[in-house]
């Protein structure tokens, strides 16, 4: 069955989108937050308010497209890279969309330990619950089923099977054997993984739902707009969840960085504030990871999973919230009221604007002379003056306790690892400077207040 479902990828036949137009939708959305930071950077460095703003960039490109998005759910239910692929956004609806009943009698209400439930009953309410909605099966198959409910294994019939190997096992004494525990155990656990549909819900589908069904499994799909609740949690995680990641994923990389100022930043902090230091640790070195690993394994396996057409939904969110993506049809583009399609106009005029104007920032940026957008990203803005100070740095009136040329001030001996103390500009050995600070809290010379945090290392060649 795995065979004829990746042929179906390419089926237009079936109302919901390819796996190939699902991942270009995905990467357009990182594409365009990439090009707006592109351009963000190129138009700072000719002008200085946005330059100001360079450091809020994610919060701008949150406005901005969230106020699109808001615009294309609100008039279309799409969004501005779906649109691109004619795509909508829907909920499910009929009768293969709810539950599956665990009972065959009006006792289901007693529980799953009823005497009345449905073999395979557990296993296809699981079912349901993680992938959604089955596909219908083929008329082969919904035969071939029929005919081996409640058989024993050796009168089961296989599409592969010859009629003659059917027929020897009628005849075989073992035919009259009671059915073994081993063969109910079999039959639930292929009504879990397979993809059996309720035969009362199933004979709720119209002719013409099944004849789509004959040729996509998810055919019989019918479709509903988003609800006012659902247009809420798809612009909620079209907009603010991935500015919640890319925040999380910079303060995981700040927190797991090993470069030395870095670390000695996070024992200064440590120093201050212990417990609060603990927590954040564990949150880098245990939570974060495991979260990103539980992300991004149940994406791919929903992927996978859609790739083979065993569900409908895209995402694990989107299966929690009932949101299914789908193709436009001619009745979309009958029933589409003005005002949305000029949202959808204006939506792809913007998108047309968008790639113009960043191509003629990049020809102006190269005609200028300037540098590489690489450059520009390792380069960052101009390093700022350093403050100046308000006064003179005291020095003790005995001079003669002053170290002299190339001394360490602690140790009293030529310096080694060299390093500088930010306040005073007296050079030592770095190891006797962070103990006598880490004890003292003062400058060894001057004998100002400084913390360890403000001691760099000074690397000669």
């Known amino acids: 069955m795995f065979e004829s479902n990746l042929l179906s990828q390419i089926n237009t036949s079936s109302p919901l989108p390819t796996a190939v137009e699902v991942q270009f939708t995905t990467s357009i959305s990182q594409s365009l937050y990439k090009a707006f930071q592109f351009a963000h950077t190129l138009l700072a460095e000719k002008s ?9 960039s994610d919060e701008i490109y949150l406005a901005v497209s969230g106020m699109l998005e808001r615009l294309m759910l609100q008039h279309a239910d799409t969004t501005f890279s779906e649109m691109i692929f004619a795509l ?36 296809r309410y699981l079912r349901w619950l993680l992938l959604g909605p089955p596909p219908v099966t083929t008329p082969e198959e919904r035969a071939i089923n029929f005919i081996n409910s409640n058989v024993p294994s050796q009168m089961r019939v296989h599409a592969s ?40 819900a199933l004979s709720q589908l119209k002719s013409v739902e099944l ?78 990871p495991i979260y990103h690993v539980i992300k991004q394994g149940s994406r791919l396996l929903y992927m996978m999973c859609f790739l083979l057409e065993m569900t409908l939904y895209t995402s694990p969110l989107h299966r929690v919230f009932g949101i299914a993506l789908r193709r436009c049809t001619l009745e979309d583009s009958l029933t589409t009221s003005p005002r949305a399609q000029r949202a959808l106009l204006i939506a792809r005029v913007v ?25 520009i990203q390792e380069e960052g803005l101009p390093i700022p003056p350093p403050p100046a100070l308000g006064g003179d740095v005291p020095l003790p009136e005995d001079r003669s306790s002053l170290p002299k040329a190339g001394e360490c001030p602690v140790c ?29 809290r003062t400058c060894p010379v001057t004998h100002q207040s400084m913390g360890v945090e403000q001691i760099r290392r000074v690397f000669e060649c």
């Open 48 to 56: 200085d308010r946005a330059a100001a703003l360079l450091p809020w």
């Open 88 to 123: 909508r956004r829907a909920e499910i609806d009929g009768p293969l969309a709810a539950a599956p009943l665990l009972s065959t009698s009006s006792t289901a209400a007693s529980g799953p330990s009823s005497s009345g439930l449905r073999p395979g009953a557990r296993g």
């Open 161 to 200: 099977a010859p009629a003659d190997a059917a027929v020897a096992a009628i005849a075989s004494p073992k035919a009259a054997a009671p059915i073994p525990l081993a063969d109910i155990i079999v039959t639930d656990a292929k009504a879990a993984v397979g993809s059996e549909v309720d035969a009362a």
């Open 211 to 288: 004849l789509k069904a004959e040729h996509a499994p998810y055919g019989y799909l019918r479709f509903k707009p988003l609800s006012h609740r659902n247009k809420i949690i798809s612009l909620f995680l079209l907009t603010l969840k991935p500015y919640l990641e890319r925040k999380a994923e910079q303060w995981y990389v700040r927190n797991t960085d090993a470069s030395v100022d870095a670390v000695a930043m996070r024992n200064a902090y440590a120093y201050r504030y212990p417990h609060r230091a603990a927590f954040l640790r564990f949150l880098a070195q245990y939570v974060y």
């Open 351 to 375: 998108l047309l604007l968008v790639f113009c104007g960043f191509r003629l920032l990049d020809f102006t940026r190269n005609a200028d002379g300037a540098s590489s957008p690489r450059q």
């Open 412 to 440: 009293r001996r030529h310096v080694t690892n060299a390093a500088v103390c930010l306040v005073s500009g007296i050079v030592g050995c770095y190891p006797c400077l962070q103990g006598y600070v880490r004890a003292q």
